[in-house]
């Protein structure tokens, strides 16, 4: 099963994949003449980082801040440390190269992503008091997709707990590494603690994840800078090996098998979609419940997500990994167990149980992220009635079974199931993003010529 899940996501992640992805992410990068790549960045902290205590001005259910950190949920945890870690054994260093590559012209990308959510969300008031929109709303109300959309919604909230997996398969393998815990024990309280998460709604979703997710964001973030601290003569030599080996086949050394660029390129793109979701659609779920006084201003999440998941954290997991040397020195070690190794043999035994932890906190977040996205495709489907209240309910247990039953299939498979959906995601999000660019540009216009002009 394993080997024919890896083919059809090889496939579909083949070259083809990489074209569209980048090709798209740059020609939006244009067409915004860059300002959501390295134009106007003061203007874009200002409106992300710089309003992180601030509730808000327009309607909507959640804080911008909120918002984005339910996004950031889905986007920063396990994909940038055993996402980061898989790339580097199956494409080489290179990969981080143009994982870079990816988050930069991405960050256009979910930018478009974040203007759809925020101009097709709809509000309903009978069976939860929320704003929301995904991709079923946007292929309805944009395309006029009835059909289509009512088929996707279903595929999503059917399909899409399962790349849960990934995330207990992490907390699971980290836990037992570091403390030798369990593993039933661990999926238990995981999955008690997501059930009464979820329970809450929209509301206790944002309120934890805004306090949890930068925290832990900032401890890991410094946890890493401290490996490259005690490694800081490693630093350049690493940098210029994942530029040099992003155009250059690695020969294998020690562990390390080698790779070539094609290699680099496929792992680099894949791994790092899903560590930034820039063209899988999620941007529009989560900020369409955002306050703000127009779509554009929210989106300058584009960049400010992008940025402090694929530049910052990416990064800080990638150089650990790479000056570490256990990339080599390991080689039968992949995905977030790699990480964990690189800060065990800095910190010791103290780093390892650091890693566990933020781990299984990254983990967490991110299971209770993608929660909500699922939940939208079910609020779609049954609409603003009683129904939707009841099936949302009863689909809190049928979205935990994969994180509960499935952690222990082997980590190759499950990269390759979740490669495949992220595939799907992305060939409906390109389709939004073509059929409703001429929207997409005209509110951008109207936000910097006329709704802040001279600015």
């Known amino acids: ?105 991405g960050m256009s990308t979910k930018a478009c992503e974040i203007i759809l959510g925020q101009r097709y969300r709809v509000k309903y008031n009978e069976s939860m008091d929320e704003y929301m929109c995904d991709r079923s709303f946007v292929m309805k109300n944009a395309l006029g997709w009835k059909t289509g959309a009512l088929l996707l919604g279903v595929a999503c909230f059917v399909l899409g707990p399962w790349t849960c997996s990934v995330q207990s398969e992490a907390v699971t393998s980290s836990l037992f590494e570091a403390f030798h815990i369990d593993t039933r024990l661990t999926i238990i309280v995981l999955g008690v603690s997501c059930f009464i998460t979820i329970f809450g709604g929209l509301k206790r979703i ?37 530029v040099k080996s992003a155009f250059t086949p690695m020969a294998g050394i020690g562990g390390f098998a080698g790779a070539s660029v094609k290699e680099a390129v496929r792992f680099g793109i894949a791994r790092g979609l899903y560590s930034n979701d820039a063209g899988t659609g999620y941007g529009i779920i989560a900020h369409a419940s955002a306050k703000t006084d127009h779509p554009v201003r929210q989106s300058s999440w584009g960049w400010g997500e992008v940025f402090l998941d694929t530049i910052v954290v990416c990064s800080v997991t990638a150089l650990s990994i790479i000056v570490t040397n256990v990339y080599i020195d390991y080689p039968k070690t992949t995905s977030a167990q790699l990480t964990t190794v690189a800060f065990k043999t800095t910190f010791g035994r103290y780093g390892g149980y650091f890693m566990a932890i933020a781990i299984a906190v990254f983990a967490w977040t991110t299971i209770i992220g993608m929660y909500y996205s699922c939940e939208k495709s079910v609020n779609y489907v049954f609409g603003d009635t009683f129904a939707n209240k009841v099936a949302t309910r009863i689909y809190m247990i049928y979205y935990l079974i994969p994180c509960v039953l499935f952690y222990n299939v082997e980590a190759t498979s499950l990269w390759a199931m979740t490669d495949i959906l992220s595939a799907v995601y992305v060939i409906m999000t390109m389709i939004f993003i073509v059929m409703k660019h001429n929207e997409i540009m005209r509110l951008f216009n109207d936000f910097w010529y006329r709704y802040l002009p001279g600015k």
Request: aromatic content about 14%.
């Open 206 to 242: 944002s309120a934890i994840m805004e306090r949890v997710v930068p925290f832990m964001a900032m401890l890991y973030i410094l946890g890493g800078i401290g490996i490259l601290v005690t490694h800081y003569d490693a630093i350049i030599p690493a940098l210029t090996l994942i």
């Open 1 to 105: 099963m394993g080997a024919f899940l890896t083919s059809i996501a090889d496939f579909m992640w083949g070259t083809w994949m990489t074209v569209l992805l980048l090709g798209m992410g740059i020609y939006l990068s244009i067409r915004f003449k860059f300002m959501y790549n390295f134009r106007r960045i003061g203007f874009h902290f200002k409106n992300t980082y710089g309003k992180m205590l601030k509730k808000g001005e327009g309607t909507g259910s959640v804080s911008g801040f909120a918002a984005a950190c339910t996004a950031m949920a889905n986007t920063i945890g396990v994909g940038n440390i055993g996402g980061v870690a898989t790339a580097i054994v199956s494409g080489g260093p290179g990969a981080i190269f143009w994982m870079w590559v990816s988050g930069l012209f």
